[in-house]
């Protein structure tokens, strides 16, 4: 392999490393936007959870405030009953009395429903304010590991953009400027090895000659835009 070949075959994989590394920067921040989805939506749970629990205590609030305008209604009535004057009167109020005796009942029945009903939501709500703390304590955990591992992989970055510079020394000036766009366009993978003859990249197939030239340290781009390196002694 001439050194144009190993030169480039280092060049190519500095770049993957610090691509790596670049890849590993970015994981962090996104596994921490992930935790925050989960915990806004584990709020968004218990805040449902809370409303429903209102609505079930104004439910058995207001069954209740029903319950007792009845029982006044019907103490009145009692009242009346001891002063009735007619058999005709006295039917009337008996029945009415019976019917809001029986509208009670019903009511009792409901407030003990609406009561059963609070105490599901409230363990509900409980279980739910659980359940928002232990997504805010996993978002504090991932959010503190990402964080102490980003300084140590900055630094890991910096070295291998330095060892890239490096490694970029012996690019010839007029290569430089299509090799510098590649790197933007395609990061790492600016650089193919061609193996068989084949583009590592693209799968083209090199001419013989175009080969042999590639292996006698000739600088060649492919067709797909890669800086093209020979690795090994085949044809
Ligand atoms: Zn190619």
Known sequence: MTATNQGLKTLHEVHQRLQAVQEDLTRGPRQIQSKKIAVDRKKTELEAFRQSLKQARMTADSKNLQLK????????????????GSNREYEILTGQIAADTMANSVLEDEILEALTKIDQVQIE?????ADVAAAEADLAKVTAEVSAREAG????AAVLQAEVAKAE????????????????????????????????????????QRMLELKGGKWMFCSCGRLMYAVADDN
């Not at 709500?125 to 304010?129: N, T």
């Open 169 to 208: 020394a012996f690019l010839p000036n007029d290569i430089v400027p299509q090799y510098r766009r590649a790197v933007q366009a395609f990061g790492a993978d600016a650089l193919a090895s061609v193996q068989n003859r084949f583009c590592s990249h693209c799968n083209l197939q090199l001419t013989s």
């Open 153 to 156: 992989l900055q630094q890991q």
């Open 69 to 84: 305008t009845n029982e006044n209604k019907i103490n009145d009535l009692k009242t009346k009953l001891n002063a009735v």
């Open 125 to 129: 709500v409980k279980q739910s304010e």
